[in-house]
């Protein structure tokens, strides 16, 4: 079967990786293969949903945690709308406001978003 592709809204993706610790960009990768090979059939502790039509892939390494929030497009298609590190038990609420706020944008077309080859 086909993988899923990658998109991503102004360089979300890339900018986050570039911030990363060599460990985590790693572990971010690992998982981002999962998710092309299994798309939406990918489930917890990979994937979790952020709210209606908003999941996050969720990373960890280095005891930090980090997410890349994305929500799933026509053509098999997997678009990233923001990504942080989760620093406390919770998601924080602002991290999930500027994901749906991104989400609107990019289901409106009001930006356009970039292919991305998530080897890095």
Same mark, same amino acid.
């Given at each position: ?15 986050? *990786? &570039?911030?990363? %610790? +060599?460990?985590?960009? @790693?572990?971010?990768?690992?998982? *981002? &293969?999962?998710? %092309? +090979?299994?798309?939406? @059939? ?13 999941? @996050? ?64």
């Amino acid at each position: 079967m086909q993988n899923w592709k990658f998109k991503q809204y102004k360089n979300v993706v890339y900018s986050f *990786l &570039d911030s990363c %610790s +060599e460990g985590m960009r @790693e572990a971010l990768v690992r998982r *981002l &293969d999962l998710l %092309s +090979e299994r798309g939406n @059939e990918l489930r917890e502790p990979f994937t979790k949903s952020l709210g209606p039509g908003l999941f @996050e892939l969720r990373g960890k390494a280095d005891n930090k945690e980090a997410r890349l929030a994305f929500i799933f497009m026509p053509n098999r298609t997997i678009c990233f709308v923001h990504a942080f590190f989760k620093k406390t038990r919770t998601t924080s609420s602002n991290d999930i406001k500027f994901a749906k706020k991104n989400k609107k944008i990019v289901e409106k077309g009001e930006e356009k978003t970039h292919g991305f080859n998530h080897i890095h």
